[in-house]
């Protein structure tokens, strides 16, 4: 699994739990290589089928147990491009984690192309909220740290591909701490999709850069996704970036966390910012707002908590 997040400014290193949660990814790594070779993802257009049953999530606080997520019943398709879209404290996090491996669910069961997950694996590259680079490796180094774990024979030769295809191969030497908040997403990118997962895992992985860089995110993201058909699923509080990048999109309600709606995007790929003026669009639009305002102002309300 690799792990990447939320930009940092220039000189500042990553928080000590996302740097923790690459050592677990490290040793996770460690643990897929020693499986035998049929058990090692290789993505193929067929896989990363996800089936989420019956998935309750249980949390306890305080002596208290409050409910994340209640019974999630969810199939992705090998492929497609999903987005969780719902307000704050929804559990769309959660449910991320469960596919991931990281939360393992109180009821029910998630399997990727029919293996249950029970912890992570290199099934999933996962961008997380949080930037977790290795400050103190390369941008190539960083790419290479997952292909180097399973015991790729080439690591750098496809940490190279891989950093070509965010446009980022005049970087290869440069650190974290050199690079804008845009280029250390793309250099994240790179190095969760650097092992071939089946599964693309994002966690608003561009809420903290500016508009500009992040509309040229996501059409950068769309021409990765349609050249890998990596099965990506997509965290997000922002309406149109969902329909933007999405097929399908699962707004989720609040309190406890549950999937509301789950609506197909229909508009024509390959998408371009000039989307917003298709026919459907504003209909679209209009019916997903609908959706989580009533979830926000729910909250807003004090109906739930
Ligand atoms: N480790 C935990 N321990 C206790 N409660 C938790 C834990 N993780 C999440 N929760 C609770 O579960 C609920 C869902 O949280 P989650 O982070 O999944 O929401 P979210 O939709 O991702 O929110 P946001 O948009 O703010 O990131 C919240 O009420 C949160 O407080
Ligand atoms: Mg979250």
Not at 154 to 171: D, I, Q, S, T, Y
Not at 264 to 284: A, I, K, N
Request: proline share 6%; charged share 20%.
């Amino acid at each position: 699994m690799s792990f990447i997040g939320k930009r940092h400014g220039l000189a500042e290193t990553p928080p000590v739990a996302a740097v923790a949660a690459n050592a677990l990814a490290l040793q996770r790594l460690k643990e897929t290589r020693s499986m035998p070779a049929r058990q090692l993802p290789a993505t193929r257009a067929a896989q990363g089928a996800i089936r989420i049953e019956n998935v309750s999530v249980e949390f306890k606080r305080n002596g208290a147990t409050s409910i994340a997520v209640k019974d999630i019943n969810i199939e992705i398709a090998a492929g497609e491009f999903t987005a969780l879209l719902g307000p704050s404290g929804c559990g769309k996090s959660t449910l991320l984690n469960v596919i991931g491996g990281m939360v393992r669910p109180t009821r029910g069961e998630t399997c990727i192309d029919g293996m249950a997950v029970r912890e992570p694996s290199a099934t999933c590259g996962v961008v997380f909220q949080q930037h977790s680079l290795f400050p103190w490796m390369t941008a190539l180094d960083n790419v290479a740290f997952g292909p180097r774990m399973l015991g790729h024979e080439a690591p750098l030769a496809v940490a190279r591909e891989f950093l070509a295809m965010v446009g980022l191969e005049k970087f290869a030497r440069a650190y974290p701490a050199q690079l804008s908040g845009g280029m250390q997403q793309r250099v994240g990118i790179a190095r969760a999709l650097a092992i071939r997962p089946p599964v693309l895992l994002m966690d608003e992985p561009f809420g903290a850069l500016d508009a500009q860089t992040r509309s040229i995110m996501q059409e950068e993201l769309l021409k990765i996704w349609s050249e890998l058909k990596t099965t990506v699923v997509f965290v997000t509080h922002d309406v149109d970036e969902a329909i933007f990048l999405s097929d399908r999109i699962f707004v989720m309600g609040n309190a406890p966390g549950c999937i509301k709606d789950d609506i197909r995007v229909g508009l024509d790929r390959p998408r371009t910012p000039e989307v917003v003026q298709s026919p459907g669009y504003g209909s679209l639009h209009r019916r997903v707002n609908r959706l989580i305002r009533e979830e926000s102002m729910k909250v807003f309300n004090g109906t739930v908590n």
